[in-house]
Each structure stands twice: as C-alpha cells, then as structure tokens.
C-alpha cells in the first residue's frame, strides 16, 4: 500500500473515529461493488479501487459514512 494513502487513512481516523482497517474495508466493498456494476472481473483493479477510495473518502469528509 502506498504511503500517502496510509497518511490519508490516518487522517481520516482522527475526523471519523474510523480505523485504517475499517476505512480499507469500506474502500474493499465499494470497489467490489463498482467493479461489479462496471462488470469488471477483479474488485482490485486499480481504478475500481481508486474510485472506491474517492468515493469512501468523500462521504467521511461530509460524515455521511
């Protein structure tokens, strides 16, 4: 796992009460899903997952998750 992304989690532990592990965990399910809608074949790709990361990200910042 890069770096900055373990310093956004951090970040987002401090404004959400989250865990690194639960934050990756949402990041997992979102993936799987979009990978799921978009029909990709691997939950992992790099796309599905940075989009994940966005998407879990955005709702944090407006508390929403």
């Known amino acids: 796992m890069p770096n900055n992304i373990k310093a956004k989690g951090?970040?987002?532990k401090?404004?959400?009460g989250l865990s690194e592990e639960q934050r990756?965990?949402?990041i997992e399910v979102?993936?799987?899903y979009l990978a799921e809608k978009?029909?990709?074949d691997?939950?992992?790709d790099l796309d599905n997952w940075l989009a994940a990361e966005a998407e879990v990200d955005q709702l944090l910042a407006e508390d929403k998750l």
Do not use: R, V
């Open 10 to 12: 951090s970040k987002a």
């Open 14 to 16: 401090e404004d959400t």
């Open 24 to 26: 990756q965990c949402c």
């Open 30 to 32: 979102a993936a799987f």
């Open 38 to 40: 978009n029909k990709s």
């Open 42 to 44: 691997c939950c992992c």
